[in-house]
T-cell receptor, first 115, second 113 residues
């Protein structure tokens, strides 16, 4: 079984400050890892994904994440946030194989960027 | 813009009624997954359809059912609606191949009163 824990439900930060949103997962099999962003009253948009290869993954809007297998973590980072980054962020895992496309999400982290 | 469209965008139903939600997948995609997102929660996997067959199901009762059509569009049906069914229902389409991502629609907001 797969599960995802997002350790912070809310993260407030000032504009231009760095931010890290934490994600830990548990799985008995190899997984693919994703970060999605959700703006109010909208669907989910993919920020970045880890499938294999380099453990440092770069995504859209200046975000990046690092896969750490020993710590079963996939934390999301941005060196300098903007007000427009205010949104809900979801970490997700997919077991892959025949179940590719099946995603298991964390509860989300609300990032609020203040001027 | 993902190319995945859902209808309707909002819906209000009475407890005990039945509802059908629709999803048009992105061109070229043959797999559709449905998710339920309750307020303040992450999306929960309901089920997935691949080439018109159910290909996996999450922890949802049988009154949640679905269909996928030859053009790969899909429907989610919920019978005997309960108040707890109030949620945002998200559809995601993907191509059943290695290393493909899922593209989400805007969702249907269902309110059960």
């Amino acid at each position: 079984a797969q599960s995802v824990t997002q350790l912070d439900s809310q993260v407030p930060v000032f504009e231009e400050a760095p931010v890290e949103l934490r994600c830990n997962y548990s799985s008995s099999v190899s997984v693919y890892l994703f970060w999605y962003v959700q703006y109010p009253n909208q669907g989910l948009q993919l920020l970045l994904k880890y499938l294999s290869g380099s453990t440092l993954v770069k995504g859209i809007n200046g975000f990046e994440a690092e896969f750490n297998k020993s710590q079963t973590s996939f934390h999301l980072r941005k060196p300098s946030v903007h007000i427009s980054d205010t949104a809900e962020y979801f970490c997700a895992v997919s077991p892959g194989g025949s179940t590719l496309g099946r995603l298991y999400f964390g509860r989300g982290t609300q990032l609020t960027v203040w001027p | 813009e993902t190319g995945v469209t859902q209808s309707p965008t909002h819906l209000i139903k009475t407890r005990g009624q039945q509802v059908t939600l629709r999803c048009s997948s992105q061109s070229g995609h043959n797999t559709v997954s449905w998710y339920q997102q309750a307020l303040g929660q992450g999306p929960q996997f309901i089920f997935q359809y691949y080439r018109e067959e159910e290909n996996g199901r999450g922890n949802f009762p049988p009154r949640f059912s679905g269909l996928q059509f030859p053009n790969y569009s899909s429907e989610l049906n919920v019978n005997a609606l309960e108040l707890d069914d109030s949620a945002l229902y998200l559809c995601a389409s993907s191509l059943a191949a290695v290393n493909t991502e899922a593209f989400f629609g805007q969702g249907t907001r269902l309110t059960v009163v």
